[in-house]
C-alpha cells in the first residue's frame, strides 16, 4: 500500500514552534515533490508548502511565509515543515502528500496530490 505518514503534531501556545515530520510506505518520496496541506473545521482543504525534487524549488502560501520552513532528507525517507510563531489561525488537520510538478515547480493544489496519509493535529491555543 502505498500512502505517506505524518508526525509531530500537538497542542502549542500562541507564538510556539512545531516540526513536522512525513515518510512515507511502498515508495520512496526521493521521487516525488512533496507538499503540507492543511484543513481546518469548516474550511477548505488548502496548500500549505511544497518541495520539488531534491529541494530544488520550494513553495508557501502568503499566510506563512517567513515562519515555516519546508526540507527534506532523502537519505532518511523525510519531509519536515518546520513551523515557527504560530498562530492560532493555523490549527488545523496537517497532511502530507505527493504533487505533481508544473513547469517543473511543484505544485500546491491540494488536487494535485496522492498518496495521501491521515494527517496529523495542530492546535495553536493559550
Known amino acids: 500500500q502505498l500512502q505517506v505518514v505524518e508526525s509531530g503534531g500537538g497542542l502549542v501556545q500562541p507564538g510556539g514552534s512545531l516540526r513536522l515530520s512525513c515518510t512515507s510506505s511502498?515508495?520512496?518520496?526521493?521521487?516525488?515533490?512533496v507538499g503540507w496541506f492543511r484543513q481546518a473545521p469548516g474550511k477548505e482543504r488548502e496548500g500549505v508548502s511544497c518541495?520539488?525534487?531534491?529541494?530544488?524549488?520550494?513553495n508557501y502560501t502568503d499566510s506563512v511565509k517567513g515562519r515555516f520552513t519546508i526540507s527534506r532528507d532523502d537519505a532518511k525517507n523525510m519531509v519536515y515543515l518546520q513551523m515557527a510563531s504560530l498562530k492560532p489561525e493555523d490549527t488545523a488537520v496537517y497532511y502530507c502528500?505527493?504533487?505533481?510538478?508544473?513547469?517543473?515547480?511543484?505544485?500546491?493544489?491540494?488536487?494535485?496530490?496522492?498518496?495521501w496519509g491521515q494527517g496529523t493535529q495542530v492546535t495553536v491555543s493559550s
Open positions: 502528500a505527493a504533487t505533481r510538478l508544473v513547469q517543473g515547480m511543484c505544485s500546491m493544489a491540494w488536487q494535485a496530490a496522492y498518496y
Open positions: 511502498g515508495f520512496s518520496l526521493g521521487f516525488y515533490a
Open positions: 518541495i520539488g525534487i531534491s529541494g530544488d524549488n520550494t
